[in-house]
């Protein structure tokens, strides 16, 4: 990539939409997501050295969040070889952001994305519809997973494959 991206508007957009606490909306204090970690504002993954005894407002979950994304974009841009507009990089952004980096980085999307296969890279975010349930430990496809995927890839198709 040529230049140093930052997470857009769009992709704050599309993780304040997925990344909702249980009621809804930001959570201004602590739950346990679908995978059982402790979680807070826009899907901030609580750290062992971290402590919410109070609740945090918008503007706190909103630090937490652009906080969180300095990692996954680093990651995104220090893995993806291909020209991508900045649609593509907040695909990709939220994508590592829900996924986790080391997925993203082992992942076909990266490989053919990296290739310059840019419409085979898009079908990959569906096949990411699948989260492991706490109580069976099997993998199940979820809706929201499913909506989600398909948010992601149309924000990545969004300016079109010319970067």
């Given amino acids: 990539m040529p230049e140093l991206m930052t997470p857009s508007q769009a992709a704050l957009d599309l993780l304040h939409e997925f990344e909702q606490g249980p009621q809804g909306g930001m959570s201004s204090v602590p739950y346990r997501d679908f995978a059982g970690h402790q979680t807070i504002g826009w899907g901030h993954r609580i750290l062992p050295n971290e402590r919410f005894s109070h609740p945090i407002t918008a503007a706190q979950a909103d ?3 652009r906080s969180d994304l300095e990692r996954f974009a680093a990651g995104v841009y220090s893995w993806v070889t291909a020209p991508i507009t900045q649609s593509m990089f ?18 076909t999307l990266l490989r053919l994305l990296n290739q310059h296969w840019y419409a085979a890279a ?29 948010a992601e ?3 990545f198709e969004r300016d079109g494959f010319q970067p």
């Fill in 63 to 65: 630090e937490l969040l």
């Fill in 90 to 107: 907040d695909a990709l952004v939220c994508f590592a952001f829900n996924v986790g980096l080391g997925a993203l980085k082992g992942s």
């Fill in 122 to 150: 898009a079908q990959q975010f569906e096949r990411w519809d699948k989260a492991t349930d706490q109580k069976t430990g099997k993998k199940v496809s979820l809706a929201g997973l499913k909506r989600r995927r398909l």
């Fill in 153 to 155: 890839r149309r924000l």
